[in-house]
């Protein structure tokens, strides 16, 4: 079927192999449409929420020990502890999530997974610095606002790693 036939024909007539054969050709709400129907993504974002809680309890573990036990600075501790939760997540992705999604070596997913990685942990960093700043009561609970900066971050990051760094 040509493309040009397909981006007039409305989503309900295309067949599986039409969305096959011509999926980066359609509308970007045909494309959505498609994806929202397979159930496979569904479980695909089921596991990529149980390896987020993973990395997120790393995250956030990681920066109490920084701070309270170590005694650093948040501004250092978020990086190493961001780090950490980076280092569990790509693993974990790597190995459960995304494993039939291998159209690169593992390094250069690696490298693909710590851009978008780097990406989300540039707004999660200003959300924190933000917070403790202009908000007195995260001044004194940098814990939390990192683990709420944490969580308004996931959609960057997994669109980033699913569409990106791990896509098929």
């Known amino acids: 079927m040509p493309a040009d036939t397909l981006s007039e024909m409305p ?13 980066v ?4 709400h045909h494309r959505v449409r498609a994806g929202v129907s397979k159930s496979e993504n569904w479980l695909q974002l089921v596991r990529f929420g149980v390896v ?20 650093l600075d948040y501004k250092v501790a978020l990086p190493i ?10 693993t974990w992705n790597s190995r459960w999530t995304f494993t039939h999604e291998r159209e690169s ?10 851009v978008v990685s ?6 999660n960093y200003g959300l924190v ?6 908000i007195h009561w995260f001044s004194q609970h940098k814990v939390v606002i990192n683990a709420l900066s944490n969580i ?6 997994f669109l980033g790693q699913k569409l990106w760094s791990f896509k098929k």
Do not use: R
Not at 25 to 28: A, I, K, W
Not at 105 to 114: E, I, N, P, R
């Open 81 to 90: 502890a961001y780090l950490a939760g980076v280092v569990n997540n790509f």
């Open 52 to 71: 987020g809680v993973s990395g997120y309890i790393v995250n956030t573990v990681s920066f109490w020990f920084c701070l309270h036990v170590i005694g």
């Open 129 to 134: 610095v933000a917070g403790v700043h202009w």
């Open 25 to 28: 050709e359609l509308p970007f």
């Open 11 to 23: 989503a309900e007539e295309l067949t599986a192999d039409d969305l096959t054969t011509a999926v």
């Open 105 to 114: 070596h593992t390094a250069v997913q690696g490298a693909k997974f710590l």
């Open 118 to 123: 780097t990406v989300a942990f540039g707004c």
């Open 152 to 157: 308004m971050v996931i959609p960057v990051n």
